[in-house]
């Protein structure tokens, strides 16, 4: 077969094409949806399953079952995930239309059809049958933000394989464990990526990483840089010299709604990533829904999501969730500031973006940064503004609705996590009759059955902070954490046996609103970022110098959340500053520069309980220099007094660093 053509029409296409019907409810509309959604499941997903392409259909759409995650979506029907995404459109006028735009940091540009794509992920997917890819296998992906990471994802499920992808921020112990626990055949990487105006060496990384992967048969290379790199005989291979050189087609092949696409691993309460694997037909239905229902995209809108590929919301809403809807994405490589603090604010300009999905921290940087930025600059094709990944607060949400959306956009605070796998609680654009409140995440999409509850599951009074839970499944939840189903059901499904726990604070006030109040676990949200702290704990015990330590997330007025270590050294150790930016650095080549401490401190005892627990909320109080909590189960008082002795000191050494 050629890839001139591409595939004929399949069935079941027509409902799928026109995007430009308005799909977002309006407020009474919305009543009835989330009724029916509740009352007639069948009949609510019907038809959003009928916009997709299934090659096989059989059973039901649903069916419930007694253990996590109380359910099975779309069991017994075939498809594929790249097909949906990429083939279904091109034997539509669609074919010719930008699937992305795509710039580099240096400034380099391309705009890729969903023809060019089409042609891309057959040629990649060709490359990767040809290095031993098949059904099931396990694929590591360490890219920067380049058209070829989103071509790897299309061609991974194109083949019935897995993919595993790994933010390029992290350094090469994090790659290493990443690839050992999903035991992937081939690592797909880049000579390097351009991040702030400098070179990331990826291909450095790998190779440190791999020093440890016994699992790994083939890397396979694609040229970013143009950095020399050294290539291991046999197992690396450029891209460019076994890539067939014309046009291919490899046949998507067909899996079960039920087989994985991807495994993503999160920061869990353990030292030890927790690889959230996902399905393929019902993530399918859960990021054609969302995206549709939240972002409401047109033939004419540009939508540009500034998230990394290495994390979820890269994931399903720079990849998935836009290609499914047949929409026009920007994608853009670098850091924000590069090589001006409006580099944004001119992508948007140019490009003509009208939906900008972002975080709460990116929003917090611009503020520092000055209105001057964005204020040069012609924002009027905005539309739809969206924030992502942590609590916004009000003065950051009222900054983005003023600045950016010059009071004309309604701002979209969406809620959701890695697990599932698409958008859950937010504000619906059609809706916006319905008045946002800044810093409310507003209610759950039709289809999610939310409540907030104590902790014997009973539901909490209005304007009472109590914990989320999801009662039944949903489409796009996870369907597992990969080789670890005790702790998928310990995690997530026993606290409140037949509920979903994401580990959230939230509330509901007078109005049904809900508002998120951060995680209920030992879970940091570094500028977004999600990291546990045991993991940071594990890194810093693996130095000789660490006999142990205990981190805290600490507020911070950009990042939310940062670091703090406090640190307890082996006999022999002097506390130096110079030990202090060793063990910084350290966390840094082992875990990447978003885990390293933004403050690290040395003690000779930690507080702990009787039975030796460490009490992480006092040294948070500690920290954050407010009056201590309940210390009646601390064991000795002194190592209280202790850590916030050396905390003060360190404080006054920085002050004295400063001046
Ligand atoms: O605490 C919540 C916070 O981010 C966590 C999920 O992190 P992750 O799996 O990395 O996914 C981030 C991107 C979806 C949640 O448990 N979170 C996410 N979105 C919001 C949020 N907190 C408040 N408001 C949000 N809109």
Same mark, same amino acid.
């Given at each position: 077969?050629?890839?001139?053509?591409?595939?004929?029409?399949?069935?079941?296409?027509?409902?799928?094409?026109?995007?430009?019907?308005?799909?977002?409810?309006?407020?009474?509309?919305?009543?009835?949806?989330?009724?029916?959604?509740?009352?007639?499941?069948?009949?609510?997903?019907?038809?959003?399953?009928?916009?997709?392409?299934?090659?096989?259909?059989?059973?039901?759409?649903?069916?419930?079952?007694?253990?996590?995650?109380?359910?099975?979506?779309?069991?017994?029907?075939?498809?594929?995930?790249?097909?949906?995404?990429?083939?279904?459109?091109?034997?539509?006028?669609?074919?010719?239309?930008?699937?992305?735009?795509?710039?580099?940091?240096? #400034?380099?540009? @391309? *705009?890729?059809?969903?023809? $060019? /794509?089409? +042609?891309? !992920?057959?040629?990649?997917? =060709?490359?990767?049958?040809?290095?031993?890819?098949?059904?099931?296998?396990?694929?590591?992906?360490?890219?920067?933000?380049?058209?070829?990471?989103?071509?790897?994802?299309?061609?991974?499920?194109?083949?019935?394989?897995?993919?595993?992808?790994?933010?390029?921020?992290?350094?090469?112990?994090?790659?290493?464990?990443?690839?050992?626990?999903?035991?992937?055949?081939?690592?797909?990487?880049?000579? #390097?990526?351009? @991040? *702030?105006?400098?070179?990331? $060496? /990826?291909? +450095?990384? !790998?190779?440190?990483?791999? =020093?440890?992967?016994?699992?790994?048969?083939?890397?396979?290379?694609?040229?970013?840089?143009?950095?020399?790199?050294?290539?291991?005989?046999?197992?690396?291979?450029?891209?460019?010299?076994?890539?067939?050189?014309?046009?291919?087609?490899?046949?998507?092949?067909?899996?079960?709604?039920?087989?994985?696409?991807?495994?993503?691993?999160?920061?869990?309460?353990?030292?030890?990533?927790?690889?959230?694997?996902?399905?393929?037909?019902?993530?399918?239905?859960? /990021?054609?829904?969302?995206?549709?229902?939240?972002?409401?995209?047109?033939?004419?809108?540009?939508?540009?999501?500034?998230?990394?590929?290495?994390?979820?919301?890269?994931?399903?809403?720079?990849?998935?969730?836009?290609?499914?809807?047949?929409?026009?994405?920007?994608?853009?490589?670098?850091?924000?500031?590069?090589?001006?603090?409006?580099?944004?604010?001119?992508?948007?300009?140019?490009?003509?973006?009208?939906?900008?999905?972002?975080?709460?921290?990116?929003?917090?940087?611009?503020?520092?940064?000055?209105?001057?930025?964005?204020?040069?600059?012609?924002?009027?094709?905005?539309?739809?503004?969206?924030?992502?990944?942590?609590?916004?607060?009000?003065?950051?949400?009222?900054?983005?609705?003023?600045?950016?959306?010059?009071?004309?956009?309604?701002?979209?605070?969406?809620?959701?996590?890695?697990?599932?796998?698409?958008?859950?609680?937010?504000?619906?654009?059609?809706?916006?009759?319905?008045?946002?409140?800044?810093?409310?995440?507003?209610?759950?999409?039709?289809?999610?059955?939310?409540?907030?509850?104590?902790?014997?599951?009973?539901?909490?009074?209005?304007?009472?902070?109590?914990?989320?839970?999801?009662?039944?499944?949903?489409?796009?939840?996870?369907?597992?954490?990969?080789?670890?189903?005790?702790?998928?059901?310990?995690?997530?499904?026993?606290?409140?046996?037949?509920?979903?726990?994401?580990?959230?604070?939230?509330?509901?006030?007078?109005?049904?609103?809900?508002?998120?109040?951060?995680?209920?676990?030992?879970?940091?949200?570094?500028?977004?970022?999600?990291?546990?702290?045991?993991?940071?704990?594990?890194?810093?015990?693996?130095?000789?110098?660490?006999?142990?330590?205990?981190?805290?997330?600490?507020?911070?007025?950009?990042?939310?959340?940062?670091?703090?270590?406090?640190?307890?050294?082996?006999?022999?150790?002097?506390?130096?500053?110079?030990?202090?930016?060793?063990?910084?650095?350290?966390?840094?080549?082992?875990?990447?520069?978003?885990?390293?401490?933004?403050?690290?401190?040395?003690?000779?005892?930690?507080?702990?309980?009787?039975?030796?627990?460490?009490?992480?909320?006092?040294?948070?109080?500690?920290?954050?220099?407010?009056?201590?909590?309940?210390?009646?189960?601390?064991?000795?008082?002194?190592?209280?007094?202790?850590?916030?002795?050396?905390?003060?000191?360190?404080?006054?050494?920085?002050?004295?660093?400063?001046?």
């Amino acid at each position: 077969m050629s890839g001139g053509d591409g595939p004929d029409a399949p069935a079941g296409l027509k409902e799928a094409l026109p995007i430009s019907a308005h799909h977002s409810p309006g407020i009474t509309e919305l009543g009835a949806l989330r009724r029916r959604a509740r009352e007639d499941p069948e009949g609510f997903w019907r038809p959003l399953v009928e916009g997709l392409y299934w090659h096989e259909r059989a059973g039901p759409i649903f069916a419930p079952r007694p253990d996590p995650p109380y359910g099975q979506w779309l069991k017994g029907w075939t498809t594929n995930l790249c097909y949906n995404a990429v083939d279904r459109w091109i034997a539509t006028p669609r074919r010719n239309q930008v699937a992305f735009y795509w710039e580099g940091e240096p #400034g380099d540009r @391309r *705009a890729i059809s969903y023809f $060019e /794509l089409y +042609r891309e !992920v057959n040629r990649l997917a =060709a490359t990767m049958r040809q290095l031993g890819v098949g059904v099931g296998d396990r694929v590591s992906i360490y890219l920067p933000m380049i058209p070829e990471a989103i071509v790897a994802l299309l061609a991974t499920v194109r083949l019935g394989a897995i993919h595993s992808v790994v933010f390029g921020g992290f350094a090469a112990q994090a790659l290493a464990d990443r690839i050992n626990d999903s035991r992937s055949r081939l690592v797909v990487t880049a000579d #390097g990526g351009f @991040r *702030a105006g400098r070179t990331v $060496e /990826l291909k +450095r990384i !790998v190779d440190q990483a791999l =020093a440890q992967t016994p699992s790994v048969e083939r890397v396979l290379l694609f040229r970013r840089t143009g950095a020399p790199v050294p290539l291991e005989e046999g197992r690396d291979v450029w891209y460019d010299s076994v890539a067939p050189a014309g046009p291919v087609v490899v046949p998507p092949v067909w899996v079960d709604a039920t087989h994985p696409s991807f495994i993503l691993y999160t920061s869990g309460t353990t030292g030890k990533p927790k690889g959230a694997v996902h399905s393929t037909g019902g993530y399918m239905l859960w /990021l054609d829904y969302t995206t549709r229902a939240v972002f409401d995209l047109h033939e004419r809108d540009v939508f540009w999501c500034t998230a990394d590929l290495g994390w979820v919301t890269g994931h399903s809403y720079v990849a998935y969730g836009p290609l499914l809807r047949g929409a026009t994405s920007l994608v853009y490589e670098g850091a924000p500031t590069t090589p001006a603090p409006d580099r944004w604010w001119k992508l948007i300009e140019h490009y003509g973006v009208s939906v900008l999905y972002t975080s709460p921290t990116a929003i917090r940087s611009f503020i520092q940064l000055g209105d001057a930025w964005p204020g040069s600059h012609d924002l009027s094709s905005l539309r739809l503004l969206g924030s992502v990944g942590e609590p916004i607060n009000p003065e950051a949400w009222l900054w983005y609705d003023e600045r950016i959306g010059r009071k004309r956009c309604p701002i979209v605070d969406t809620w959701w996590q890695t697990e599932t796998g698409g958008i859950l609680i937010s504000a619906q654009p059609g809706n916006a009759v319905t008045p946002l409140k800044p810093g409310s995440a507003c209610f759950p999409l039709p289809g999610v059955d939310a409540a907030v509850v104590d902790e014997h599951g009973r539901p909490v009074a209005p304007g009472q902070k109590g914990l989320l839970v999801i009662r039944r499944p949903w489409p796009g939840q996870f369907i597992g954490l990969w080789g670890d189903p005790e702790r998928y059901r310990s995690v997530y499904f026993d606290r409140f046996p037949g509920w979903y726990y994401p580990a959230d604070f939230a509330l509901q006030d007078r109005d049904g609103y809900y508002w998120l109040l951060g995680r209920a676990d030992e879970v940091m949200k570094i500028a977004g970022h999600r990291l546990a702290t045991a993991e940071l704990e594990d890194i810093l015990i693996m130095h000789p110098a660490v006999a142990e330590s205990a981190v805290i997330g600490r507020s911070d007025a950009i990042k939310g959340e940062v670091p703090v270590a406090c640190v307890i050294l082996r006999p022999g150790y002097a506390p130096t500053p110079k030990l202090r930016e060793e063990l910084r650095e350290h966390v840094r080549t082992s875990l990447g520069p978003i885990a390293v401490p933004a403050q690290l401190y040395f003690v000779a005892r930690l507080p702990k309980t009787r039975s030796a627990k460490i009490m992480r909320r006092l040294l948070r109080d500690v920290v954050e220099e407010r009056p201590l909590g309940d210390t009646t189960t601390l064991e000795d008082d002194t190592s209280l007094e202790e850590a916030r002795r050396a905390y003060a000191e360190l404080q006054r050494e920085i002050d004295r660093e400063r001046r």
